[in-house]
């Protein structure tokens, strides 16, 4: 087994995970709480990687962050080089190919949280970001886990977006599913079926997980 | 300095209700306020103004020298700013945190010293010790209430907002911590305002009354006034108690009791935990009236008085009866015809014990 590609594949996953809890919680309150009415705009943005070819979604943001846009210069004057095929480059990709694994359950959970609690956690002089933290976070509990565990989830087993923006770089943007495509085209299935059982094992153990803990908050949308 | 509570608000639902309230009362020294009405009359909407958890569409609130809304000038202070205790009808205990926790959740600016002083202290006024480190859902509904109350208090709020704090509680529990949230709001000297739609609970914790009805403020008054002196005819029907009468028990025995009014002595049915003093409360179509002279009823009240009013409402009359005290009695026009009544003639009203209702009054 290749467990270079393992590692990669994991830190990817834990640092994907991660970023998003921090990205997607106030992206989530944003979506539950706004009364703006055109919402829904950015509601179906977040949804995009849901139903997007991850191939789309890895060409757009390998032109977007390559030397030829902005964003891309920007970061290849700040850092020396440029962003495609690195492990940053992929990070990048994976959260907002991850964007809406976490995004949902978060706003699920949200939405199930009773709004007379926050009114009262307001009318006791508490600050609406202290309120999130004091009230909104512990009753959500169960639905920030269930984003962050899908989220990694998800990361373990992308290919597309991988293939398009990171390449295939040893020990840098070589994961656990391009090694398996790998050992296939050399025809070692051996090899493959090892590697491919363990990402089955892992995905299955973190959904058991999620679903045991709580049936209640996953949905691919919060119910209105 | 008068704390004055002044607000003019105006809010539409389309398709349901607009609320369009004028209200101006001192609430200094700290009186209890009760907005009292039927349910969809808008007084919680009302209350929610009050708390900033709503939005007047027009309209200004001010509560003594602080200006918290004033739409035209697209100034909102929020709810956090307005130091205020607020008490939502279902409480809105928060399950995650145990009763000190929830109890001193709006208590992060003080320090842990004087945190503490003050949960012991609520804890002891509403008599929640031993309590401290339950879980809301295991506590009964007047537990829960009295957690309620405590935490809305243990800020010392400027002004407390009480929405429906007895509805959520079963009738005999209600009666009882109907007369105990009297006996606190006594003893807090906090400006208070209490949504109920219970004429009794109007009345127990009430010094002053305004009536709401399809949005707007009808009458505002002391109970008694209000409830005796309707403005109108809505607002009679919505209290619904044509006399309130202030009185005296003097003695009560085997669940009667007799209560003193201006001299007159009248039967009623005692209640559990009313003190000496009470509002006698009689509807209109209780009272009947009876012709000097005639025979026993199984009535227990018959009172003799003169007739100083009458005003007919569709196919009844209401009469009023000077009896030591003011007495309305709702009969028809046929018995008007029969009795011979006119004002200043001569009559009985008889009023059986059981439809004489005995509220405490709000003491101090």
Same mark, same amino acid.
Request: aromatic fraction near 2%.
């Given at each position: 087994m290749n467990w270079t590609a393992i590692w990669v594949t994991f830190q990817l996953a834990s640092l994907t995970a991660m970023a998003l809890l921090i990205i997607g919680l106030p992206i989530a309150y944003w979506l539950t709480f706004s009364r703006w009415r055109w919402k829904f705009l950015v509601e179906s943005v977040v949804a995009l990687p849901l139903v997007l070819p991850p191939t789309v979604l890895g060409f757009y943001i390998l032109v977007a962050i390559g030397p030829h846009s902005p964003v891309g210069r920007f970061y290849s004057d700040l850092v020396g080089h440029p962003l495609p095929f690195t492990f940053e480059g992929l990070l990048l990709a994976s959260i907002l190919y991850s964007l809406p694994f976490a995004v949902q359950p978060f706003a699920a959970a949200f939405e199930q949280v009773d709004r007379r609690l926050i009114e009262a956690s307001w009318t006791l002089g508490v600050s609406k970001i202290a309120t999130f933290f004091k009230l909104i976070v512990p009753l959500s509990m169960a639905g920030l886990v269930t984003g962050a565990v899908l989220s990694f989830a998800h990361t373990l087993g992308e290919f597309g977006v991988v293939l398009m923006v990171g390449g295939n770089i040893e020990g840098e943007t070589r994961t656990v599913s391009i090694d398996i495509y790998d050992e296939v085209q050399a025809l070692n299935y051996a090899g493959a079926a090892k590697t491919a059982l363990l990402l089955v094992v892992v995905s299955y153990g973190v959904l058991l997980l999620v679903y045991a803990m709580n049936r209640k908050v996953w949905a691919v949308w919060p119910q209105r | 300095?008068?704390? &004055?509570? *002044?607000?003019?608000?105006?809010? &539409?639902?389309?398709?349901?209700?607009? +609320?369009?309230?004028?209200?101006?009362?001192?609430?200094?020294?700290?009186?209890?306020? +009760?907005?009292?009405?039927? *349910?969809? @009359?808008?007084?919680?909407?009302?209350?929610?103004?009050?708390?900033?958890?709503e939005q007047p569409e027009e309209g200004t609130i001010r509560f003594g020298l602080d200006l918290w809304v004033d739409v035209a000038r697209h100034h909102f202070v929020s709810p956090q700013a307005r130091h205020l205790g607020y008490m939502p009808q279902d409480y809105a205990l928060f399950p995650t945190h145990t009763v000190t926790g929830n109890i001193e959740y709006g208590l992060s600016e003080l320090s842990q010293d004087e945190r503490r002083t003050r949960v012991s202290e609520v804890l002891a006024l509403l008599q929640l010790q031993g309590l401290e480190q339950a879980k809301p859902r295991q506590l009964s509904g007047g537990q829960q209430q009295r957690v309620a109350l405590a935490r809305a208090i243990a800020r010392r709020p400027q002004l407390l907002l009480l929405d429906e704090p007895l509805s959520a509680l079963d009738a005999p529990t209600r009666g009882a911590l109907c007369s105990e949230l009297r006996s606190v709001l006594t003893r807090l000297k906090i400006p208070t305002v209490v949504v109920t739609h219970d004429w009794t609970e109007a009345l127990t914790l009430g010094d002053h009354i305004a009536v709401m009805s399809e949005g707007k403020i009808l009458q505002v008054g002391v109970p008694q006034a209000v409830f005796s002196r309707p403005a109108n005819e809505t607002v009679a029907q919505i209290v619904g108690v044509e006399t309130v009468i202030q009185g005296q028990v003097s003695e009560s025995e085997n669940g009667i009791a007799t209560v003193h009014v201006k001299g007159t002595a009248i039967t009623a049915l005692a209640v559990e935990g009313v003190g000496s003093s009470v509002y006698v409360c009689v509807r209109a179509e209780?009272?009947?009236?009876?012709?000097?002279? @005639?025979?026993? &009823? *199984?009535?227990?009240?018959?009172?003799?008085?003169?007739? @100083?009013?009458?005003?007919?409402?569709?196919?009844?009359?209401?009469?009023? +009866?000077?009896?030591?005290?003011?007495?309305?009695?709702?009969?028809?026009?046929?018995?008007?015809?029969d009795l011979r009544l006119v004002p200043g003639a001569s009559v009985i009203a008889a009023i059986k014990a059981g439809a004489v209702h005995l509220v405490p009054r709000l003491a101090g």
């Open positions: - | 300095m008068a704390t &004055t509570l *002044s607000l003019n608000c105006r809010k &539409t639902f389309p398709g349901r209700l607009t +609320i369009d309230a004028q209200l101006e009362l001192p609430l200094d020294p700290p009186r209890v306020l +009760i907005l009292f009405g039927p *349910s969809g @009359s808008g007084k919680t909407t009302l209350l929610r103004c009050l708390a900033g958890l209780d009272v009947v009236l009876e012709q000097a002279g @005639s025979g026993m &009823t *199984s009535a227990r009240n018959h009172l003799p008085g003169l007739v @100083s009013d009458m005003v007919p409402q569709g196919v009844m009359v209401q009469v009023t +009866i000077d009896c030591g005290f003011p007495l309305t009695a709702t009969i028809t026009r046929g018995a008007v015809e």
